[in-house]
């Protein structure tokens, strides 16, 4: 038996790189799974891949800066899949660029789409999710970098999330939902994009990467969340696990 045999999970960002990575992995371990973003099309590029090897797969367009949005999609998956176990908030506009440089919009986007989406979300889906429910934010390593400049909006909207997280872990627990937190490093196309663009650059990149590559979003992040989500990790909450090759220290 698959190690989520019969869960329903959604996914935010399923669209394409760690997002539909996730999602593929969900689907292989037996979730039926549903991809929310925007684009429709990439949605269902998703879900067809998943319906080629055998799983099934649901496209929810859906806006996470919108509330309302937010609880048509959670309402829309429950009452097509039948219920809802897992979820994972991996949608998420980057306000990158200097503290002088970053408009207070960009990063109020940075904010709307990242942790008050994340909280949305998860209060929407908490109903659903009692019992035997999963939920994995979406971190990032830039909170840790030795040198922040050009990340701290970025990395403020993470820290915050992760701070959303553990509450969450400690207050849902008693509940039976489990909520931990990845910081992944994967070869989205948006990084392969500048690693082609950027070679030098991105050679120093993977040069600082103890496993020495960047990890694949499927085999090396979806996997692992699959893992995290299931009965095998049962005991783990309100922790957050780096991705990325043992690059980072988080001490």
Same mark, same amino acid.
């Given at each position: ?56 797969? +649901?496209?929810?367009?859906? !806006? *996470?800066? @919108? ?7 959670? %309402?829309?998956? #429950?009452? /097509? =899949? ?13 306000? +990158?660029?200097?503290?002088? !440089? *970053?408009? @207070? ?7 709307? %789409?990242?942790? #008050?989406? /994340? =909280? ?132």
């Amino acid at each position: 038996m698959k190690m989520l045999e019969g869960k329903v999970a959604l996914v935010t960002g399923g669209g394409q790189g760690v997002g539909q990575g996730i999602a593929l992995a969900l689907a292989a371990e037996g979730a039926h799974v549903a991809v929310a973003g925007r684009t429709l099309a990439t949605l269902e590029q998703t879900c067809g891949q998943i319906t080629q090897r055998g799983g099934r797969a +649901l496209a929810v367009t859906c !806006d *996470v800066m @919108d509330a309302g949005d937010i609880e048509r999609c959670v %309402s829309e998956v #429950v009452d /097509t =899949l039948g219920g809802l176990n897992i979820l994972v908030n991996n949608a998420q506009i980057v306000p +990158l660029g200097r503290i002088l !440089d *970053v408009t @207070d919009e960009e990063f109020g986007k940075g904010l709307d %789409s990242g942790p #008050v989406a /994340t =909280l949305r979300l998860m209060r929407a889906c908490y109903p659903h999710l009692k019992g035997d429910g999963a939920v994995i934010n979406l971190a990032s390593s830039a909170a840790v970098r030795w040198d922040a400049s050009g990340y701290g909006h970025y990395a403020a909207t993470k820290e915050a999330i992760r701070a959303l997280s553990r509450g969450a872990a400690c207050e849902w627990g008693p509940d039976g939902i489990r909520v931990n937190v990845i910081a992944p490093h994967a070869l989205s196309p948006g990084l392969r994009g500048w690693m082609e663009a950027c070679p030098e650059e991105a050679a120093a990149f993977v040069r600082s990467i103890p496993l020495g590559r960047v990890g694949d979003c499927e085999d090396d992040i979806g996997r692992t969340v699959a893992f995290l989500v299931s009965d095998h990790a049962r005991y783990l909450t309100g922790a957050t696990i780096p991705l990325d090759g043992g690059q980072a220290y988080w001490g």
